[in-house]
Every structure is written in structure tokens, then in C-alpha cells.
């Protein structure tokens, strides 16, 4: 093969990976060739990549080998990554031929969130030791979307105004118990006990977090307001004021939506409340690929319409959905930019390519957010004879102590108005 | 037939009755006999009944044939109407029968909302004297939910605090151009114009309702601000920044959501923003028979998931869900309160049939309310290439000076972010 006959092959397969990233303003090259953007005199960054098996790989199966390929270092980006792939996201749908589709069809089945598959496909992901999640979270341990009242907000506030915004969206007062499925580190049921003093019942099956979460429970005296389960939410039994789940329905697969509607259902019957934290989607697709196979076995985004098969058959009142998209854009630039920190530690205990598949999946989320095709859902809802619901959202955005002032002249109770 | 007879007969039909309303702790009464509820000494209220014939009805027929008989005074109800309906409302599966839900698919046939049958059924309801209306309206003459931030906020200035509410969601900006489809009496159009500087162009297909908005626009000098259109949403042409509709998807009908969804996307493209507001529901079902048949031809009310056939074929990224039932009740209150008072004028006008039926639409409607199997939604929505979102709800309860200021620093680019 001459060197001219090899260049025409190289020209060829970056054309096709050209046509796949659309009018992405940046560059694309092997050692010796390189295809520059058309639209643009100067693109935003270059895609390197090693090989011309790697560049074959990218044409036949676009995204879990740019995954993987980026993973191990046959690929390299120049310039911001996230901006990058903020850039090629728009025109992804070329990812998506046959053999991706096969492929995600296989994963939903080997990753089936059945009981044992969940608690494979949690292993997987939270079970990693909390001292990696260590560097680079906030201080309370919050592993979902902050929610930050001001552009200025620090991670560690954006985390509490999170966990206080759920409480005040869930109206909690003292004395009410509540439930949570799938509660990471435990922050939010130890903010609730502690903050409005209500008595939680945390499920999770990460042994690792469950044991951590008892830890810090029993450090901060708050062991008797807050117990920490090990077990699936499909366990979950009694009766509580309020069910919560924050960041857990990505991880339920839609197939048993059915069943968390059995599960709230039984657990606050139709007098109580509730709210969903989850990340969504505003069109039905699956999960991708390459985040299925290494960072989220099992995971699926429902849009807000798929979402209503958990509470409609109840039916639940949907009082309040809020997308908090721009939050999580923002989160996880925090969380990026702390694990780029501490790159070097993780790249000691990890390895350099358990570090590089870990930024590539912060900043590939990053860019989702801001371009959309990932939004975060809140939906609060209550059993349909919950006796009185807020009038308005107005203590939302009160300050604290106006809020636990206000509750009562707010709520509304439909026999007496 | 022997009076002893006819007693054991009447019984029978009254049991039967008792047994559709459930526990509701109301008498039911022919002129000689009286069936006491079981589960309290005090009712709240006795259903009088005039003639076997018309309880034979009730059994077979019961939304209906209460609806008509209350309407011509074959059926009386002392208590208060609202909450001897609010205690019927949760038994009122037993209604749903045979023969309700044979009318229920004639109705939903009959009554199609084609641009023919739409304009037939706006005509029915919509094109009733413009002065009718304003004996229970408010000043602005706004037949939608009003929005009440607090308890004792007056109709006119709740309706006005909705129309503010709907700008304030839509973020609106001086010099944008917004499309309303099912505009009313044109209270909304016109308020944006006055209060945000918007260009309005609104459809309506009530002829009546058209030509009064046309003479207010003229009367308030917004003539050049804000064009009312007699035409079919389905006609709306031309590019707009925002699109709103307040109340009109009730009267769409299901099987006409996909051809809305393209009205709004041609209508605001990827770039724009939009919200709807209308009556749903927590659980599919159709609409009140009766109520088609006498008051709301063609009217359906979606679940939330229902409405998202709307939105979710763009798709439109979803950013806010209010569910405002709490106001629609009290709403509704104050119209029946002000046209109990109006009440001799009414039957002097249109007779008392009318008046009755009317008087038996509006209680219903609160009872519906007030018991949730009627909600609200209001739905704020963007294309998904709108260049920018507000990060938090917070502008929407703040004073309205403070908003408009705040409105550049809350907006968020995800581009830039």
C-alpha cells in the first residue's frame, strides 16, 4: 500500500467522521493528516486521534469508541473539551445506526434492573471508594444537580440550597416521617432530620454508602431521627408522610416503573406526598451507550412524559415540576473543575485511564446540559386526598425563617376554602 | 299498584341511588318518602327528587339526568350546592356505566373538533351575550383561573396577578412579538401589550368575542400593539418570539394535540418560548357528559402526560409545570357568588332553565376543583434552541419593579455558562 493510497483511505474515513460531527467548528486529525472545519478559519479544538484503526473504529461505532479510545489515549482533544463536545453533540444523531442500536438493545437486556441486575448496576458505579468521590465533591457528600440562587453561589451552598429547596417543595414539619429511595452518602435525610426535624428512613443497596452514611449519622448525634437501610426500594415497607427520591429513577429502568408506583403508593397511600429528582429527557431515547457499558450500567432518562407512568396510575396531583437544567450544568462544572485538581491523586489510585474515562464522562455531561439533551427534573405530587397542599410557591423563594412563619396561613385545605 | 307498592318500589330506586353516591352524608327525598344517609345523624344536605320518573332516570342515567332535572326543577337541592356535589364527587365512578360511556364516544363523535365542529362548538358556549359574561366576570372580563397570591386578594386584582404571572413566566421582553391562540375577550393579549411591549397578534373563533376585544383594543389605544384575528388556531401563520394559550387545549380535543404541536412549531421554531394553560386531569378519563352536552361541546381535559403529546414531538424543552387547582376553586367561588347575585337578571334574560343549569355548571366546577378530580396547569416551555432561560422561578415572586431589573442577570446561556 503506498503512502499516497494510505492517505486517500485516512482522507476518506475522516470525511465520513466529518460528516457525522456536522458543522462542529473543529479539527480532526491523524499524525500525518488533518481535516479542518470548512465552516470556520478557527476551530474550537482538534480531535487527535492515534491510528487508523481507532479513526475505522470511530466511523463503524462512533461513541463508544471515542469513549474508550479517549479513555486509553489513542484519542486526544485539544482545546476545552467540554466546548468540544458541546460542539459535536447537536449532530449526534449520526451515532445512533445499527450498530448502535444493537448494542443498546443488548445492554437494556444484560443490564436489566431486575433485583440482582440493580444491585450489580449500583455496585458498579457507588460502591467505588468514598475517598474518590471524596475529591471532588462538596463537603455534605451530594453526588446530584445543586441549586444555585445566585450566580455566585459556592458548590458547598449550592448543595444545601438544594436539600432545603426539596424540604421546602415537600412542606415537611417537625414530627412527619419520611421515606427516601436511594439516599447516596445520606445527606439529604440527615438535612431533613436536622434542618425540619422529621424522622427518615434511607434506602440505598450501596453497602459503601450505606456504611459511610451510618458513620456520619452517628458522628453528627442524629442516629435516632435517621435510619440507613441496605436494601432495594422494592423492600420498602410502613407508612410515612412523605416519599422523596433524589436521583434514583435513572437507575429504576422503565420496565418497573410500575412497580415504584406500587411502592409510593403503599408507602404514603393517597394522603401523602412526594417528590422526583431525576435526570430527564424532553425526547425518549436511550441512555448512551458508551455511559451504559462504563460509568452507568442500567441507566435510562425518561422524558416527563415517560416519567407520569410512576404517578399516574395512582393517580398522584402533580403540584410542581421544575427543570433545573442550567443547575446541573452548573454542578458538574464544579465537580469537573475539583477533579481536575485533583487529577494527579486520582490518576495514582487509579490509573490513568480509570482517571480519563472519569473526565470524559463530567465533561460529556457538562455539554448534555447545556445543549439539552439532558434536563433535570423536580415533580412534586401528593395522594389525591392529601389534606392541604401550598397555594402558591411564593415560601420557595422566601427567606427560611419567613418560610416556617408562613406555612400555615399558605396551605390550602379544599374542604374549607 | 298499591301505595304500599309503589313505597317498596321508590325504595328500591332510592337505595339504588344511595348506593351510587356512596358515603356522601346527604338525604335523598321523594315528596312522601326520605332516605337518610347511614353514616351521620346531621347531612349536609338533601337531594329532593319530584317524581318516580325522574328517579328511575337518576338510577339509569345519573350525571345526566341530574344535570337536566336540576336545570328545569324536577330535582332541588337544599344545603349548599357545592358541598352536597364536592361529597358526591369521589362515588361518581358508578356514574361512569354502560350507557354514560355509549353517550360519552357519541359526544366525543358528534362533537369532533374539526374546524367545522370547533367553531360549532366556541359558537355554543363563547358567542353567548358579551353581557351575560359581565354580570359575573371581573372588570377585564377573564374566563380562565386567576391566580390569587393571597387569600384575600380581590377577583380583579387576581385576575390581574394571573395575567402577570403568565407575562413574568414567559419572560417577556419590549419589542418581542407574541401569538395567542384562543384569546377570549382579549384581556391577556392586551395586558402584555400595556405592561411588557409586546406585539400581540391573537386568534379567536368567537365571533362575539372577537368583535368586544376589538373595541376595547380601540377604546385603550392598543389598536397598533394588538391584532385580533376571527380565525381557527390551525390558520395561525407568521414567526413569533413567544406562544402563548391560556384555556383553549380544553377545547382542541386529543386527537388534535399533533396538529397543535406543529402550529407552535412553525409558530416559534427552536428559538422560541412558549406556555399553556388549561384544565387536566390526574387520570384519564373523558369529559362530564352533561357538561358536553349543555355547557362545553367537544371539551377534553388532558393528564399531564396526555399534554405532552403537545410538546414532546418538537421537541420542546419543558422548563416549569404549575398545578394551580387551589385557585380555580376559588376563582369559580367568586363568579358563582357574583352571579347568585346577578341571579334575577339572568333568569329574567335567558329564563330559568338557563340560570339553573349555569348556576349547577359553576358549582360543579368548584366542587370538581376542590375535590382534584379537575386540576390546572400551567406549562412553560422553550424550542430547544432558545438562546437563554431564567436559572430560577425566584422573578416570579418578586415585586414587579424588581423583576424587570432582574431579569438580564437571571438569564441563563448555556453557551456562555
Known amino acids: ?43 474550537i479544538g482538534t480531535i487527535r486521534i492515534a491510528d487508523r484503526a481507532t479513526l475505522t473504529g470511530l466511523v463503524m461505532n462512533p461513541e463508544v469508541v471515542f469513549g474508550d479510545a479517549y479513555s486509553d489515549g489513542r484519542i486526544e482533544v ?35 434492573n431486575s433485583r440482582y441486575g440493580s444491585s450489580r448496576n449500583v455496585h458498579h458505579h457507588y460502591d467505588l471508594p468514598t475517598e474518590f468521590y471524596r475529591l471532588w465533591l462538596d463537603e455534605l457528600m451530594v453526588y446530584t444537580c445543586a441549586y444555585f440562587p445566585n450566580q455566585d453561589t459556592s458548590l458547598e451552598e449550592a448543595q444545601k440550597a438544594k436539600l432545603d429547596l426539596v ?68 423492600n420498602i415497607t410502613g407508612r410515612y408522610d412523605v416519599f422523596v427520591s433524589v436521583g434514583m429513577l435513572e437507575h429504576v429502568g422503565r420496565e418497573h ?4 408506583s406500587r411502592v409510593i403508593q403503599r408507602t404514603i397511600g393517597d394522603q401523602g406526598r412526594g417528590l422526583l429528582h431525576f435526570i430527564g ?4 431515547l436511550p441512555f448512551s451507550v458508551w455511559i451504559r457499558k462504563r460509568i452507568f450500567p442500567g441507566a435510562y432518562a425518561p422524558t416527563l412524559r415517560e416519567s407520569m407512568e ?19 450544568a452548573k454542578t458538574i462544572e464544579h465537580w469537573l473543575s ?28 457538562i455539554a448534555a446540559f447545556r445543549v439539552g439533551t439532558l434536563q433535570l427534573f423536580q415533580v412534586v ?28 396561613d399558605e396551605l390550602w385545605t379544599p374542604a374549607m376554602s
Chains 1, 2 share one sequence.
Open 281 to 284: 429527557r424532553c425526547r425518549s
Open 338 to 365: 475539583r477533579f481536575d485538581r485533583a487529577y494527579d491523586t486520582v490518576v495514582d489510585r487509579h490509573g490513568t485511564n480509570f482517571a480519563r474515562m472519569w473526565r470524559l464522562y463530567l465533561a460529556g455531561s
Open 167 to 234: 424540604c421546602r417543595k415537600l412542606w415537611l414539619r417537625p414530627g412527619e416521617t419520611v421515606v427516601e429511595a436511594g439516599c447516596g452518602w445520606g445527606a439529604l435525610a440527615m438535612y431533613m432530620a436536622e434542618h425540619y426535624g422529621v424522622k427518615v428512613k434511607a434506602f440505598n443497596i450501596s453497602h459503601e454508602q450505606i456504611r459511610v452514611a451510618r458513620e456520619v449519622a452517628e458522628q453528627k448525634g442524629l442516629s435516632s431521627m435517621v435510619e440507613f437501610v441496605e436494601d432495594d426500594y422494592r
Open 1 to 43: 500500500m503506498t503512502l499516497n493510497n494510505a492517505s486517500w483511505i485516512d482522507r476518506s474515513l475522516l470525511k465520513a467522521v466529518r460528516r457525522a460531527v456536522g458543522t462542529a467548528p473543529i479539527s480532526l486529525a491523524l499524525p500525518h493528516v488533518e481535516d479542518r472545519p470548512s465552516t470556520t478559519s478557527s476551530p
Open 78 to 112: 485539544d482545546g476545552d473539551l467540554v466546548r468540544v463536545l458541546e460542539s459535536i453533540f447537536p449532530s449526534s444523531r449520526v451515532v445512533r445506526n445499527w450498530r448502535w442500536r444493537m448494542m443498546s438493545k443488548w445492554l437494556a437486556w444484560a443490564q436489566a
Open 257 to 260: 416503573y410500575p412497580e415504584l
Open 381 to 408: 405530587f401528593t395522594g389525591a386526598h392529601c389534606p392541604s397542599v401550598p397555594s402558591t410557591r411564593s415560601r420557595l423563594y422566601s427567606s427560611i425563617s419567613q418560610n416556617q412563619d408562613k406555612l400555615d
Open 310 to 328: 410512576v404517578l399516574e396510575p395512582a393517580p398522584f396531583y402533580v403540584l410542581d415540576v421544575e427543570d433545573l437544567r442550567p443547575h446541573y
